[in-house]
């Protein structure tokens, strides 16, 4: 199973550019895992989702310009993403 958690466009951290998305497996993972663990028989981990972010950014301030009611709400976060930091555990491959 797959979860969007909430925005694949939506930086989840400060600083960094991409989405993420919650893996329910019962198989280990396969690519890049930034933090998972391993309950009972199913392997739960938080993928990052890469984009284009320079287009990303291009194409939000063509349909919501600055100042526009968006804009306040969400330009910041994408920029920057939100004021806290990753913590990246060693166990990710679980």
């Known amino acids: ?10 930086p989840n951290f400060s600083n960094e550019h991409y989405g993420l998305l919650t893996r329910i497996s019962t198989r280990p993972a396969t690519g890049e895992v930034l933090y998972g663990e391993l309950q009972h028989d199913a392997r739960i981990h938080a993928l990052p ?15 919501w310009p600055a100042e526009s009611d968006a804009w306040l709400s969400y330009f910041q976060r994408i920029k920057h993403g939100p004021a806290y930091q990753i913590e990246v555990t060693a166990n990710t491959k679980a």
């Open 49 to 63: 989702i890469h984009y284009d972010h320079p287009a990303w950014v291009a194409g939000f301030l063509a349909n």
């Open 1 to 10: 199973m797959v979860a969007d958690n909430g925005a694949a466009g939506m």
